[in-house]
């Protein structure tokens, strides 16, 4: 173990007992760490213990390792070199104001939700960030990346990126959760990585549209390439590398996102194109469509920087306007015709 991974130390704290925070608990035991998972409820927490299993969110992952949930923060967070902050998008503040300042003063936080706040636009590590004692001085990264909780639970394949820029850090963060099946990368262009785990949510609801209205395989590898474009062009205006969106927290999350069976997003966009209400799709469901909060916040954060998302508005306007699924099909595709890359960028100059 080299020196940064001694002072990580060997106890890592999750907050947030649903699948994905599980599943990271999950992960981490598996890597002979001594886990905290922490859990809004006490009730959850009991359970988790008694079953050896988050039967209301993982149900059939028996929770192997050292592994204790608790509703208690200083009990979450006491001794840990490590935390990995899984919850709800639009809950975050709410919790990290109420457990960082239980937080040791060499806590290395990692952000595994994915997101933009409503409101304020911040991404997740920003929040955390404006929440720490200390403010910037603190460790923060982004973990993102294909990566549905339940085929990590099971143990399948998995490649994610930390976005970090205390790269030391990074790297230390990278050996200590890596496994043969769990394959971490790094790169310092954390907005990247965030910006890119938060658009494609939205996206996702809109391949799930397309599959729904039926609109067939070429639809949808049309749209695939257009939204990564989209997703691109509004990254890199916000600061981010461009390459960092053909990587795994961009290009890869949305194929998954988008195609996959196990994605909530997805399905929400399925139920649209079938003809339900976005209430009805939702009445009753306990996980979260991160897509539904951040067609919000992106529209917001659009219409604040000027920068136009027309995927990305139509599929808000269709989730909390009542637009026609079909008719905002219509208008995307009888837009104005352009090129698909222009000349001046080809000869590698970025056009005006």
Known sequence: MNSDNRKLGKKVAVIGAGAWGTTLALHAARQGLKVTLWARSAETA??????????????????????????????????????????????????????????????????ATKGIEDGTFMTMTNVLLSETPGGISAKVGQLSGPSFAKEVALGLPTAVTLGMEDTGTAAAIQTLLSSPTFRIYTTPDVLGVELGGALKNVYAIAAGICDGLELGLNARAAFLTRALSEMTRFAVAMGAHPLTLSGLSGMGD???????????????????????????????????????????????????????????????????????PKQAMVELLTRKLKTEINREILEGVVAK
């Open 254 to 324: 949305l194929i998954l996102t988008a195609t996959g069976e196990l994605s909530r997003n997805r399905r929400v966009g399925l139920g649209i194109g079938a003809g339900e209400s976005l209430g009805e799709i939702l009445k009753g469901r306990r996980d979260v469509a991160e897509g539904v909060k951040n067609a919000k916040s992106l529209m917001g954060l659009s219409k604040k920087t000027g920068f136009e998302t027309p995927t990305a508005t139509e599929v808000y306007r269709v989730l909390y306007e009542g637009k026609n």
């Open 46 to 111: 009991k359970n988790i213990n008694a079953d050896g299993e988050n039967r209301a969110f993982l149900p059939g992952a028996a929770l192997a390792g050292d592994i204790t949930a608790t509703p208690d923060a200083a009990t979450a967070l006491e001794g840990a070199g490590v935390v990995i902050w899984a919850v709800p998008s639009h809950g975050l503040r709410d919790v990290a104001r109420a457990l960082l300042p239980r937080a040791g003063d060499g806590t290395v936080h990692v952000s």
